[in-house]
């Protein structure tokens, strides 16, 4: 569905008010929490911010939107791994090798670990489970 566009669009809002491009965490985020949608949005933003400029285009800001809208799409299509990195661990081998009880508190762990991932501080599963034990203490 298509309910998560508006969503979308105040993500990009905040994303382009940023002083610097976004970082590749920011566009994981972005993707984790629009999905797909975030295609979608992002052309809708897009359009909106012709639409409501006209011929009062700032083209410093233009650009800006233009290189964000890109990055996002490069990343999307060309770096799956940015978007959806692979599951280097799973709940089961936290409980096991951690021992930590099943519950809430491991999609949080498993979010930290792909978030990390991300940030490129984490790239194997015996660096996930150090990492998750670094969350405990």
Do not use: C
Request: glycine share 6%.
């Amino acid at each position: 569905t298509f309910s998560s566009i508006p969503n979308g669009i105040k993500q990009l809002e905040i994303l382009v008010s940023k002083p610097d491009m976004p970082h590749n965490l920011d566009i994981y985020r972005y993707f984790h929490e629009i999905g797909g949608n975030g295609i979608a949005a992002s052309w809708v933003w897009l359009s909106q911010q012709m639409a409501i400029h006209k011929n009062e285009v700032d083209p410093d800001r233009w650009a800006d939107e233009v290189n964000l809208i890109s990055r996002l799409w490069s990343n999307f299509w060309l770096s799956p791994e940015l978007i959806n990195p692979p599951q280097l661990i799973n709940g089961h081998d936290i409980v096991s090798e951690l021992g930590i009880d099943p519950g809430h508190n491991i999609g949080m762990y498993l979010e930290a670990v792909s978030e990390s991932q991300v940030m490129g501080s984490i790239q194997t599963k015996e660096e996930a489970i150090q990492f998750i034990r670094q969350l405990l203490k």
